[in-house]
């Protein structure tokens, strides 16, 4: 009986360790895939994750992200933004109670960085935005990072198949 | 009579009936159920089986912004030529149409692109190359671009090892 309690504990403790608390910063979505991914692993602990999320992230009873994930471009009712998270303040710009415009959510974005950037000028920006998003309300996004006088930013994108 | 007598036998065998009886009495013993125990983690353990999530793993480009002007770059700055790298949207948001602007060449699929680009780099190991790898490469793609093609463009610039790769403003 006391190996198979063993046993036990160990899968109760990989699976606490892989529910960890990083999933918290991170919100679901479909990050881009790309041809011949030149992406590389990043495990800074200064990193900061600005999440742009689709409208699945906020009016998930509507959508249904899994369901996308074979054709993930093809959304042409995803294309706004629905949510913008960075930590643990989230700017809704869609869906329900606590929206905010767009100006409201970039201007809270840009005090958000600007307020980190003072506090540790080394801190890393990492910028996760879902694949089907129009650039042009990415690069608002973009736009609000570099007004924060941060110089170089993340893109997130998913790592070669032989490097998962 | 018979009375006394059983009295009699009683009391004489009753000493020794406690002493054999103490002789093979054992100890208490104290004891863990564990069963109840187990039944918590079993719980525990399907609990967190059930919440686990798996998700493919993510990496990171590096990308250069330019700094304080509250918007993406949408002037290049020479000295050198900067190779613009168009994107425009089609019917099909899975599709879209690259070009190389004032380079006359329109590849099909950004591997094309990537193999463009390297070919179009002066290096240790292409000396029919045109530009350096620091050469600005700015990547205009229009409003209605999905962020993937985006991104894709500026991985293809990466791959052909061009240093110096940022964003202009979204064209219509």
């Known amino acids: ?164 | 009579m018979e009375t006394i007598a059983s009295t009699e036998t009683t009391a004489t065998a009753a000493p020794e009936t406690r002493r054999r009886r103490e002789m093979t009495v054992e100890p208490a013993r104290m004891q863990l159920n564990l069963t109840s125990m187990i039944d918590v983690i079993f719980l525990l353990l399907i609990y967190f089986v059930i919440t686990a999530s798996f998700s493919a793993d993510e990496g990171i480009l590096t990308a250069k912004l330019p700094q304080g002007t509250g918007k993406v770059q949408d002037t290049p700055k020479p000295p050198e030529r900067p190779i613009r790298i168009r994107i425009a949207s089609l019917r099909s948001p899975v599709e879209c149409r690259i070009d190389l602007v004032g380079l006359g060449r329109s590849p099909r699929h950004f591997g094309e692109l990537f193999t463009l680009l390297a070919g179009m780099q002066m290096n240790d190991g292409n000396s029919a190359g045109v530009f350096k790898p620091d050469n600005p490469v700015i990547i205009e793609p229009d409003r209605h671009v999905r962020w993937q093609h985006v991104v894709n463009a500026f991985n293809a610039a990466v791959r052909a090892k061009f240093t110096n790769v940022s964003f202009a403003q979204a064209t219509e």
């Open chain 1, 1 to 164: 009986m006391t190996p198979l309690i063993d046993v036990t504990f160990q899968l109760i403790i990989f699976f606490m360790l892989i529910n960890n608390i990083i999933t918290d910063q991170t919100v679901e979505m479909i990050v881009p895939t790309l041809d011949e991914p030149k992406t590389r692993r990043f495990e800074d602990e200064k990193k900061i994750i600005v999440n742009v999320a689709p409208i699945e992230h906020v009016l998930p009873g509507q959508y249904n992200l899994k369901e996308r994930r074979d054709s993930p471009l093809e959304a042409r009712d995803r294309e706004e933004i629905g949510a913008i998270r960075v930590g643990s303040t989230e700017f809704k710009l869609q869906g329900g109670n606590n929206v905010v415009t767009i100006d409201v959510a970039l201007k809270g974005l840009e005090d958000y960085l600007s307020a980190q950037r003072k506090a540790d000028n080394e801190i890393e920006v990492e910028v996760r935005a879902d694949c089907a998003l129009l650039y042009d309300q990415v690069q608002l996004v973009l736009a609000a990072i570099s007004a924060a006088e941060i110089g170089t930013v993340h893109l997130v994108a998913y790592l070669p198949e032989d490097a998962r």
